[in-house]
């Protein structure tokens, strides 16, 4: 049995929900660091529910898939019978991955392993080295008001070609880029669910509402 601290469903709702109780988020929970996602959900007034097999993806309104390992997440993905019908829902409903989650969308990664092949981009993997070369930096994102976004980069990857049909929302101050969207798809090299603001979350549940 999962243990009530365990269970995201369980994690107290904090004060500042915006009344988005009928939407249901699926959040990946093969591995890495979904708790934090269903946490901001929670957060956000917005029910989140762990997706861990093909059942799971039913009736949802939007997934997040997070961050953590993505050749962990592509194995498992697989041994759970989750990589086709993840394909099949993405862009039905808006999905988002971050870090782990972007490289997973990407369709080319330059490396044999279990991907999704949903966003039209070339991925380096660990482009910023490795793990004591995380950081965090002030990032402007597209359509996010308020002012800049505090990215936090772990063994991040970044995007180092897009297709046509990809919408850049983010570059670093290099030119890099580290937020795209691809219809209802986004994918972002950093991790919100890791700060305090939720602008990013709400960002996305807007694309619930939005035409497909
Ligand atoms: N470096 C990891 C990968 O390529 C991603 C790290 C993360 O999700 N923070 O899968």
Not at 40 to 69: A, F, K, N
């Amino acid at each position: 049995m999962v243990s009530e601290s365990q269970n995201c469903r369980k994690t107290p709702a904090l004060p500042f929900a915006v009344g988005k109780m009928a939407m249901l988020i699926g959040v990946l929970a093969l591995q890495g660091d979904f708790y934090e996602h269903c946490l901001v959900l929670r957060r956000l007034g917005v029910e989140p529910r762990e997706v861990r097999l093909p059942e799971h993806l039913q009736g949802l309104s939007g997934l997040i898939i997070p961050g953590g390992e993505s050749t962990t997440l592509g194995k498992l993905s697989n041994t759970y019978r989750l990589t086709k019908p993840l394909r099949e829902i993405a862009g039905s409903i808006p999905v988002w991955g971050t870090c782990a989650g972007l490289v997973f969308m990407a369709k080319d990664v330059g490396a044999d392993q279990p991907i999704l092949g949903i966003l039209d981009m070339v991925v380096q993997r660990n482009a910023f080295g490795r793990q004591v070369d995380s950081f965090e930096e002030d990032i402007d994102i597209k359509g996010l008001e308020g002012g800049p976004f505090h990215g936090v980069f772990i063994r991040a990857p970044v995007i180092t070609e897009i297709g046509p049909r990809i919408e850049v929302l983010c570059r670093l101050k290099d030119g890099r880029v580290v937020a795209v969207r691809q219809g209802r798809l986004i994918a972002t090299s950093f991790h919100p669910e890791l700060t305090n603001d939720p602008r990013f979350h709400k960002y996305f549940l807007s694309l619930v509402d939005s035409p497909s």
